[in-house]
């Protein structure tokens, strides 16, 4: 590994630590501390920064002395709420606990932020103080998906950073999965489907027919597996680890599985209330019920990744409790350690002078 | 109810008759012919013409006399296969089941066609046999979805029929749906979202917007009741009872609700082998857990509708079996015996008048 001295938390420089957005979610900062704390417990090297209203951190942290000691609370008076908008944000945000998060990362306190507040201020804050990375056009959010594969999950991305895409950001998209995949759960060659409406080459719009090629020349340098396009069903297949798509399809694809296995639960819950052998079955099957909710609990993972700026953000679920933060704390420490940020800059770079220098050949 | 010369199958016109493309399922003839069976025996007063080859047909059909005096067998030569382009087949199919299918809608022998065939090519035919509604410009395919609606379902368009549509489109959509909700579901008001990243009024892509004015506009004089955007969590909810939206986002949304079902309904079936407690609970449980999967199963909502065409095609699994057939065919009799396609004519036709109403006020 080389030493660079630009980036003071890459690995070996020192301790890790992340920045905590401590107000905006749902459930307040109570919840966030919490999460921090059983993040903590589980990574004794860890450090934190951890942004919000001082007072209120101050006594939250009184509980647990050992944990404060780990944590640098940087004092925010203002708070984004879930209905502020984004550009209002932007011009009159410095004084919230969501900038000062970033912030932390921008000047390289911190090598990765977390937050639980409003998803478009928090891309807003993050894209005018991180900025893009230079051969990025759109940054997307990534999350991850219960699936087939071994691993447990799939990635998708854009899952809602921007409603817009054409054939060059979903090039990107691919090449920011595939970095994801790689440093973030470890997958050495990653597979990658473009989502379309059927798998035949002929099929979709024209930006995915052209998106479909610049993906296949990118993928023997870039060093991950094109399966082609993939339908919706295999979302949470085993025939793909990474999903790239625009953000508005998605969003759309994102929220209607969380809606339906949402509503599937509920359906679960019902059937097991309604007949008393159905109720003592419910006991017998406890351990398994248990296990089954585990394996597409939402919580479990937590997280919107933004990729395509200088630096992580983490964008925790809003609703998420102290097991949720815990989970997108979790994914901050592994993007930390894997130096993620640094290598999918350099991929991205990579790639767009790969497909420079292809113009340059077509154009000779 | 008033007479119509032109209508030889508008309800009191006669017997109801369905036409059943008895080819092109992934499962043959024989499955089909076994949902006709069981369709049959529900329904008594209706009769069906199916097409298909002869010889296979007949001797499925001599092992059911009483069915067979009911079935009228056209037979045709060729057959559309999974693999068949759309285009193709409208120039070179006029010998399949499938266009002889959708032909005896054309000349009024029967109300309404099902197929088990190539959507794409289904879509194809049915648009050059029966054309397109005078003021549609394209036609949809409705889906329904399991919901948490008293009715058990919401109804989705387009979900595949055009990857584009308009703000014009989308508000024939909301039209269409809204008649299919009124006809097909017994919903008199239904209440009509339209399909977005997220609920507030200024999100989304600009023909989203216009689209959420005019679908506003029509809602009064349409007597349905328009709550706005929604989102891909609100699909299966009792916020809406039909959701519009571009068949790009609509089939990509379908695909990952019915993957995310199959998924975990995987993960169900492991956890209930997992132990041999869970192995025991699923025997105490086996009534709730079947009405479970009886509420999900995609047999039971078996059944695209085409909206926007000079007669009813409903499209079925291809990898329908003889419940998933029969679905499909309960209903095409409920939408033949509401009149459906003239109700919704009539629909669509008033609402292009009064935008055009309104249009020339605007201009004067």
Same mark, same amino acid.
């Given at each position: 590994?080389?030493?660079?001295?630009?980036?003071?938390?890459?690995?070996?420089?020192?301790?890790?630590?992340?920045?905590?957005?401590?107000?905006?979610?749902?459930?307040?900062?109570?919840?966030?501390?919490?999460?921090?704390?059983?993040?903590?417990?589980?990574?004794?090297?860890?450090?934190?920064?951890?942004?919000?209203?001082?007072?209120?951190?101050?006594?939250? *942290?009184?509980?647990?002395?050992?944990?404060?000691?780990?944590?640098?609370?940087?004092?925010?008076?203002?708070?984004?709420? #879930?209905?502020?908008?984004?550009?209002?944000?932007?011009? $009159?945000?410095?004084?919230?606990?969501? %900038?000062?998060?970033?912030?932390?990362?921008?000047?390289?306190?911190?090598?990765?932020?977390?937050?639980?507040?409003?998803?478009?201020?928090?891309?807003?804050?993050?894209?005018?103080?991180?900025?893009?990375?230079?051969?990025?056009?759109?940054?997307?959010?990534?999350?991850? %998906?219960?699936?087939?594969?071994?691993?447990? @999950?799939?990635?998708?991305?854009?899952?809602?950073?921007?409603?817009?895409?054409?054939?060059?950001?979903?090039?990107? $998209?691919?090449?920011?999965?595939?970095? $994801?995949?790689?440093?973030? #759960?470890?997958?050495?060659?990653?597979?990658?489907?473009?989502?379309?409406?059927?798998?035949?080459?002929?099929?979709?719009?024209?930006?995915?027919?052209?998106?479909?090629?610049?993906?296949?020349?990118?993928?023997?340098?870039? !060093?991950?597996? @094109?399966?082609?396009?993939?339908?919706?069903?295999?979302?949470?297949?085993?025939?793909?680890?990474?999903?790239?798509?625009?953000?508005?399809?998605?969003?759309?694809?994102?929220?209607?599985?969380?809606?339906?296995?949402?509503?599937?639960?509920? *359906?679960?819950?019902?059937? @097991?209330?309604?007949?008393?052998?159905?109720?003592?079955?419910?006991?017998?099957?406890?351990?398994?019920?248990?296990?089954?909710?585990?394996?597409?609990?939402?919580?479990?993972?937590?997280?919107?990744?933004?990729?395509?700026?200088?630096?992580?953000?983490?964008?925790?679920?809003?609703?998420? !409790?102290?097991?949720?933060?815990?989970?997108?704390?979790?994914?901050?420490?592994?993007?930390?350690?894997?130096? @993620?940020?640094?290598?999918?800059?350099?991929?991205?770079?990579?790639?767009?002078?790969?497909?420079?220098?292809?113009?340059?050949?077509?154009?000779?």
């Amino acid at each position: 590994m080389t030493s660079d001295t630009n980036t003071p938390n890459a690995p070996g420089a020192g301790r890790t630590i992340i920045s905590v957005d401590a107000m905006g979610g749902d459930l307040g900062p109570a919840a966030v501390v919490a999460g921090i704390s059983l993040s903590a417990r589980k990574n004794p090297d860890i450090g934190f920064i951890v942004s919000g209203d001082e007072p209120t951190l101050k006594s939250l *942290f009184a509980k647990n002395p050992s944990l404060a000691d780990r944590c640098e609370i940087r004092h925010a008076e203002e708070v984004v709420t #879930m209905d502020d908008k984004p550009s209002q944000v932007m011009r $009159y945000g410095k004084k919230t606990s969501m %900038w000062a998060a970033v912030d932390a990362v921008r000047n390289g306190d911190a090598s990765v932020c977390v937050s639980c507040g409003n998803t478009g201020a928090l891309m807003a804050v993050s894209m005018i103080r991180l900025r893009k990375l230079p051969s990025v056009n759109r940054p997307a959010i990534a999350c991850l %998906w219960p699936s087939r594969n071994k691993s447990g @999950f799939n990635i998708m991305l854009d899952v809602g950073a921007d409603i817009r895409a054409d054939q060059e950001d979903l090039l990107q $998209y691919a090449l920011m999965g595939a970095s $994801y995949a790689r440093n973030g #759960m470890g997958i050495t060659r990653p597979r990658v489907g473009l989502l379309n409406v059927g798998t035949e080459e002929h099929k979709g719009r024209a930006e995915l027919k052209v998106a479909h090629e610049l993906i296949s020349e990118a993928a023997g340098p870039a !060093d991950f597996e @094109f399966v082609g396009f993939v339908e919706g069903g295999d979302i949470p297949s085993d025939r793909v680890d990474v999903i790239v798509t625009d953000g508005f399809t998605g969003n759309v694809a994102l929220k209607t599985g969380e809606g339906t296995a949402s509503l599937i639960s509920d *359906f679960l819950r019902q059937a @097991f209330k309604a007949t008393p052998f159905a109720r003592i079955a419910s006991l017998l099957a406890l351990t398994s019920l248990k296990r089954l909710k585990r394996r597409i609990d939402p919580r479990r993972v937590n997280g919107g990744v933004f990729l395509g700026l200088n630096g992580t953000v983490i964008k925790s679920h809003g609703s998420a !409790d102290e097991t949720g933060i815990a989970a997108a704390i979790q994914l901050a420490i592994t993007l930390s350690q894997s130096d @993620f940020n640094h290598k999918l800059a350099a991929r991205v770079a990579s790639g767009a002078a790969a497909r420079q220098d292809a113009q340059t050949d077509q154009g000779e």
